[in-house]
């Protein structure tokens, strides 16, 4: 589509951002209410699955997308991710428990698997490499705005109307980017000589799907297993014999979903693997910054989405430059350096948060990772477009993509099983003696003091102070203390998980040295080299 006239470009690319910003806010509004949300429906233990899942489902759509959209061209995919998210979003907030939300979000993360595959893939469809910079800064952008707006409303949701409207409150949005797209996205023309790689998308599916469940699986607590569990070794096991399987189909189907040939491209092979420690050191972390300003710090879910602003506000502002100056200069990979490097740093910061941290100090480490982040994201998919040929563009970006989620969803998991086993050991270690002398008290008030051991009533922190109020006089100092406590493991256990993220990160910025960089294409040296084959064709006529 890079043939289309400028005014049609810009018309298409604010289609396509309308999309992803619905999709996008979507995802965001959700972060800070998603503890109040599980407060309510109970199942802190299946907290992470409510995520997991979700990525899980957007990151099997995702590469399964990429090839086809290359076939069949992105404008009916990206109408069926729409569709997929609006419904998934509708029935969320019809969920009465923790598994149907599960069950909910996982049909909503197809959609957004679809959404985003296709729209990133657009742009370099409308765009060569180097003008693709500044718009996919733009786009990055889109993410950064959503991330401003998006934990504000939320908090300010479900502080102030029921817990639905969080899912709710941006369908009609949904609507109006199905109608943009509908009306404005060209329709391409089915490309000939191609067919669907059915048995090599089978496996590949069968590979994901048992990885991810057995990290989401394994650790600590009710619904999981031991890492050396039968179960646990069985869906790694499954996984292995499904990739051996994949790859052998990979090396002999003529159109492969996801060619084994990309790998061999050093470019390629560098930046999947960054994307993918960078998804799972900052998803796998920056997941617990609201409960650790929610449950630890005592913030409202409205105050918190505040809290969460400075990171957001950076990442937009420093997205915008990056994608400028790598327009403007062609050169990535400095950039992705100092923006690991600084985000390395942002999270170590995070890990040295305890309870009595001010809360400005949490927003000033916040937004230094907010930095880091916007200076290197946009880097990688870059990277990977410009390193192989436009035919190749959905099912490139789409690996790219599909490495960053396993990377999140695989840091969730690990990062869940890090603070929960930190946690447990703190918490046996906190109250060794015992925190309830129910001998010495009423066993009905005994019961009382024994509620507020449990760190997830922290994050509900109306039912909180309702329990308090219920307790006696002279219960409220011995009940202050035991909070103190609980607190104290809370914030032991988070901050754990910052720390992990960090020595994550730094393996980021090692890898990213080892990435080969190559002057970005521009859309001159396009036109320049199509006149070039148009001129040499002629000869040869």
């Not at 950076?314 to 062609?330: C, D, H, W």
């Not at 305890?354 to 916040?366: A, E, G, K, Q, R």
Request: glycine residues 10%.
């Amino acid at each position: 589509m890079e043939h289309l006239s400028k005014k049609r470009k810009i018309t298409v690319m604010i289609a396509i951002m309308v999309a992803m910003f619905f999709a996008a806010i979507n995802q965001t509004i959700i972060g800070v209410a998603m503890p109040r949300i599980i407060a309510h429906l109970g199942g802190m233990d299946y907290y992470t699955w409510a995520i997991t899942i979700y990525l899980l489902t957007s990151t099997v759509a995702t590469i399964l997308v990429g090839k086809l959209s290359d076939i069949y061209g992105r404008k009916p995919f990206i109408l069926t991710g729409i569709g997929f998210f609006m419904l998934g979003a509708f029935l969320s907030g019809l969920a009465n428990d923790i598994l149907q939300l599960i069950v909910y979000r996982a049909i909503q993360g197809l959609g957004a698997g679809i959404i985003m595959s296709t729209a990133f893939t657009a742009i370099g469809d409308l765009y060569a490499p180097r003008e693709r910079a500044r718009w996919t800064g733009l786009m990055s952008g889109i993410f950064g705005l959503s991330s401003v707006f998006g934990p504000a409303l939320g908090g300010y949701v479900v502080d102030h109307l029921d817990w639905q409207w969080v899912f709710w409150i941006f369908l009609p949005l949904g609507v109006v980017a199905f109608g943009m797209i509908w009306v404005l996205f060209p329709k391409v023309e089915r490309r000939p000589g191609e067919s669907i790689d059915y048995l090599g998308s089978l496996f590949l599916t069968l590979t994901i799907v048992p990885l991810l469940l057995a990290f989401s699986w394994a650790g600590e607590g009710a619904g999981k297993y031991a890492w050396d569990s039968w179960q646990i070794l069985g869906l790694f096991g499954c996984a292995a014999v499904s990739l051996m399987i994949f790859v052998l189909v990979e090396s002999k189907v003529t159109s492969p979903v996801l060619p084994l040939s990309l790998f061999k491209n050093s470019i390629v092979t560098v930046s999947n693997l960054v994307g993918f420690i960078l998804g799972a050191g900052m998803m796998g972390a920056m997941i617990y910054v609201p409960f650790f300003v929610q449950g630890v710090k005592g913030i409202s879910p409205t105050f918190a989405g505040y809290v969460m602003m400075p990171i957001s506000l950076v990442m937009v502002f420093f997205t915008a430059i990056a994608g400028q100056l790598i327009s403007r200069t062609g050169k990535y990979k400095k950039m992705a350096i100092i923006g690991l490097t600084i985000t390395t740093f942002g999270m170590a910061l995070l890990h040295f948060m305890h309870v009595d941290t001010p809360v400005y100090l949490v927003m000033i480490y916040m937004a230094i990772v907010g930095v880091g982040l916007g200076m290197s994201m946009p880097v990688f998919s870059l990277t990977v477009q410009n390193a192989v040929e436009p035919k190749q563009l959905g099912v490139v970006t789409a690996s790219s993509q599909l490495f960053r989620s396993l990377g999140s969803t695989i840091g969730i998991a690990v990062m869940g099983t890090v603070m929960n086993s930190h946690m447990a050991g703190k918490m046996k270690e906190t109250f060794a003696g015992g925190a309830v002398p129910a001998d010495q008290m009423d066993p009905a008030q005994a019961v009382e003091l024994q509620k507020l051991m449990n760190p997830e009533l922290l994050l509900d922190q109306p039912k909180l102070a309702q329990i308090q109020s219920q307790l006696p006089p002279d219960l409220q100092a011995m009940a202050a203390h035991m909070l103190d406590n609980v607190r104290e493991v809370f914030s032991y256990a988070l901050t754990s998980t910052f720390m992990a993220g960090a020595i994550v990160m730094a393996v980021s910025v090692f890898l990213t040295f080892f990435l080969k960089e190559i002057p970005l294409r521009s859309e001159k040296d396009t036109n320049t080299n199509r006149r070039n084959n148009v001129m040499l064709a002629s000869e040869k006529s």
